[in-house]
């Protein structure tokens, strides 16, 4: 099956487009998108620690990083972790596609600045907000609907916290305790939204460190979940949707034939740019607006563009054009108040019109 076309018809898919939409989910982003640029895997760092400080024993990963640190000392530990980082500085297509995506808010566990960098690259460094986990009162202050984008880093972050990285065991256990105001205000962001794990293998430690934390400070939320995994066995699928809620898309039915012999990361990429391509602007309403002649460049548009952006001076007559253009276009009757409403984007306009020609309710 086309991957664009099966995900189209997907309802789980749908919805989590129209969330995101909407600006109503955020974005947990993994270690795997990491990966990708040359940021070692959770296995890699293992066995660097465990050549460091001479460990054989059979130990979880968390588990090793603590003893490391407890051999070496935490400044060669901390250098130790810095060196497999910071020469890694290049965002790869997955970062700069999140970064596409009309989402506010990233949370990631990733200490490494790839998703910062992606960000800044695409709303440029005045609209890109990152927290650590040592800016304290900070995260008391987030507001709910802020300007550009917010990059959240509860792990800790390599440039800006080299010496407070989460990523020993004991450092896991007591994350509560250390950095009270950190899940104060991850709690407040992920209250009243739907959130999107993408980049998460699940032989890591840090994809039960986040569910937990999700499950535990969201336990009131009413928002969805969803989870991109590639190749997930059917006991793991279930295990997901069951302990932590999760609405899962298995990448592997549906893309391991058009990406045969290439990463995951060509996998999720692939999802992203179908996720992506429901932010398009469609042809049709490219068209309307040029014709309209108010605003010339339609190349820059993005769902999440208000309409009052479009005319100067809240033009209401070129509103009422616009209206009168789409009816006709779409052969369908639109509310004038929806239309003239001053906070009203693209993607809420375009939703509406989709909504009235499936005979939904206004």
């Known amino acids: 099956m ?12 749908l919805t989590l487009s129209r969330e995101i939409a909407d600006e109503n989910c955020i974005l947990f982003v993994g270690s795997a998108v990491s990966t990708a640029a040359g940021v070692p895997t959770w296995d890699a760092l293992e066995n660097i620690m465990r050549q460091k400080a001479y460990i054989s024993g059979s130990y979880s990963p968390s588990r090793i990083a603590d003893c490391c640190r407890e051999v070496l000392g935490t400044r060669l530990f901390n250098k130790l972790i810095g060196n497999c980082m910071k020469s890694i500085t290049v965002p790869t297509q997955l970062h700069r596609r999140l970064s596409d995506l009309p989402v506010r808010f990233y949370v990631t566990t990733n200490p490494d600045t790839l998703l910062d960098r992606a960000i800044e690259e695409k709303v440029g460094l005045d609209s890109t907000r990152v ?12 507001p709910d609907n802020p300007e550009g984008k917010w990059v959240l880093k509860i792990h ?7 010496d407070n990285l989460v990523i020993t065991e004991e450092d896991y256990l007591a994350f509560a305790e250390n950095y009270p105001r950190v899940v104060q205000g991850l709690s407040k962001v992920i209250a009243e939204k739907s959130i999107l794990f993408v980049g998460y293998a699940l032989s890591d430690w840090d994809v039960l460190s986040a569910l937990h934390k999700v499950r535990h400070v969201a336990q009131r939320s009413t928002g969805n979940r969803y989870f991109v995994g590639v190749d997930l066995e059917p006991p793991m699928e279930r295990f997901l949707q069951s302990r932590y809620g999760l609405r899962v898309f298995n990448l592997r039915e549906r893309a391991e034939a058009d990406h045969k012999g290439q990463g995951s990361e060509y996998i999720v990429l692939g999802f992203l740019d179908t996720l992506a391509k429901q ?4 042809t049709w309403f490219s068209r309307i607006i040029t014709d309209i002649g108010y605003y010339e460049d339609v190349g820059d548009l993005m769902t999440t563009t208000p309409i009052a952006a479009l005319f100067p001076g809240f033009d209401v007559t070129a509103r009422v054009r616009l209206a009168l253009k789409i009816e006709k276009e779409r052969e369908i009757q639109l509310p004038l108040e929806r239309i003239c409403d001053p906070v009203l984007t693209i993607g809420e306009l375009l939703s509406l019109v989709r909504n009235i020609g499936e005979g939904g309710i206004l």
């Open 279 to 282: 932010f398009e602007i469609p």
């Open 156 to 162: 800790g972050c390599i440039s800006r916290t080299p």
């Open 2 to 13: 086309n991957e664009v076309e099966g995900y189209r018809t997907d309802p789980s898919f």
């Open 131 to 142: 927290l650590s986990i040592l800016d304290d009162d900070q995260w008391l202050h987030i």
